[in-house]
């Protein structure tokens, strides 16, 4: 290039790319080499010789970017679909969704965003799309309902098009949680479109009324959600009180865990407790006892006797969870049949012990601890028949540890009450031979 050799520097550029077509940097050569030239049709072709190979996220970038800086946005557009084709990745297609918003394509961004729900919304980096997507709904909800409120004449059109879309309930035994995650999205952008929203969503006799709905606890958190996101709080809590009333629902767990997140988020220590011993009235389950007794000690800040001091009331709420442990010990001690479960629960206690500092005795769980023992059992097919057998974990807690001393203690006397009694019958017997 120095020495006005172009044609030779393209033929060593091109022979370059040929044997290390995985080399980036050659490329990025190459082009700027025909760039610098003014060969933009050149660099083009280079550049669709490059994305061939399916490169990196950086080099489809930066073709995307070679475009743009010349004013090719519609060539830009194709590049980005094949990009997002190539990389079905959450952050390549929130480039493309910022991108069309960018050039003032809300619609088309929207649709970006909804494509991709559709197809990742499992995907691990979920999370930052639904970010994505609710930032870019929030930035567009004003100027895009006044829009539709200026469209004169059109507002029956539009109210009509929301009615007939929220009438294609998703069925109630749909396991995939994207149909009512699409179908909540729609309530919501009707709920902007009508400006008085709880009219919509507490008024709409589909909305409660339908069966699918009454069991669907996922659509039920997001409906107290979206209530307490209006501070409509009394309103909110009146929804999971009605939700967690209802005889059948498909994820009760779901919806128990997101009312008590939403009491303990409001400050409210003494209903989210109400609402754990409700819990437990209906389930005995490992982790309402393990959840309760955490709240307890690290997440409520009540003070039971007035007391300034920080150290007194975060002994109070030990106090509380140790209470509930115990209460926990209690019910799994009347059932033999959950040794396991009563092992990780004092395993849970003993944690919570150490990771307190200062405040924590060990010693209280200690005590109580089984001892882990390796046994066999039989394997029993279905037709009663014995096939072999296989090693299992039990448990020995001290309680049962000092019934089997016991029991060892008693069979040792009756060992050696029969031993006496047959040395004394021996005894009068070589007596009597003697005679």
């Known amino acids: 290039m120095k020495n006005k050799f172009i044609n030779h520097a393209r033929n060593v550029w091109d022979r370059a790319v040929t044997l290390l077509p995985r080399v980036d940097q050659l490329w990025y050569k190459y082009i700027h080499t025909e760039e610098m030239l003014g060969n933009v049709a050149g660099a083009r072709q280079i550049f669709e010789r490059w994305m061939n190979w399916m490169p990196d996220q950086q080099g489809w970038l930066s073709y995307i970017k070679f475009e743009l800086s010349h004013n090719e946005v519609d060539r830009a557009r194709q590049i980005f679909e094949r990009f997002v084709l190539c990389h079905p990745k959450v952050l390549a297609w929130i ?18 965003y909804e494509r991709t729900v559709d197809e990742l919304a499992d995907n691990k980096e979920a999370e930052q799309l639904f970010v994505a997507f609710a930032e870019f709904e929030e930035r567009c909800k004003k100027s895009e309902s006044a829009r539709l409120e200026e469209s004169l004449g059109n507002n029956d059109r539009i109210r009509e098009v929301y009615e007939r879309a929220i009438a294609n309930v998703p069925p109630a035994e749909a396991e995939e949680k994207r149909y009512w995650q699409r179908y909540i999205y729609l309530w919501v952008n009707y709920a902007l479109y009508r400006s008085w929203t709880w009219e919509i969503w507490s008024g709409h006799g589909m909305f409660i ?7 669907n606890c996922y ?24 939700a967690i009333a209802q005889p059948a629902l498909d994820m009760p767990e779901l919806l128990w865990k997101a009312y008590i997140e939403f009491e303990k988020s409001e400050g409210e220590y003494e209903g989210t407790r109400a609402l754990y011993e409700r819990l437990l009235d209906r389930t005995k389950h490992l982790k309402v006892w393990i959840s309760y007794a955490k709240f307890e000690a690290f997440d409520s800040k009540e003070d039971d006797g007035g007391s300034n001091d920080v150290d007194q009331q975060k002994m109070q709420s030990i106090q509380r969870a140790r209470r509930i442990f115990e209460k926990a010990i209690n019910y799994y001690m009347s059932a033999p049949e959950l040794k396991e479960e009563r092992a990780m629960l004092l395993e849970e206690w003993l944690n919570m012990e150490s990771s307190i500092g200062e405040l924590g005795d060990a010693s209280l769980v200690q005590a109580k601890l089984p001892k882990k023992l390796k046994r066999r059992r039989q394997i029993v097919s279905d037709d009663g028949l014995a096939t072999g057998s296989e090693e299992f974990y039990d448990y020995l807690f001290p309680e049962e540890a000092q019934t089997t001393n016991l029991k060892i203690l008693e069979a040792a006397y009756k060992w050696k009450k029969k031993k006496i009694s047959a040395d004394n019958c021996i005894y009068l017997y070589f007596i009597c031979c003697i005679n």
């Open 95 to 112: 480039r493309y969704a910022k991108f069309k918003m960018k050039n003032g394509e809300i619609g088309r961004s929207r649709n970006v």
């Open 209 to 215: 009324g339908n069966n699918g709905l009454q069991r």
């Open 219 to 242: 659509a039920r958190s997001k409906y107290a959600e979206l209530e307490r996101s209006l501070a409509e709080t009394d309103r909110a809590r009146a929804i999971f009180e009605l």
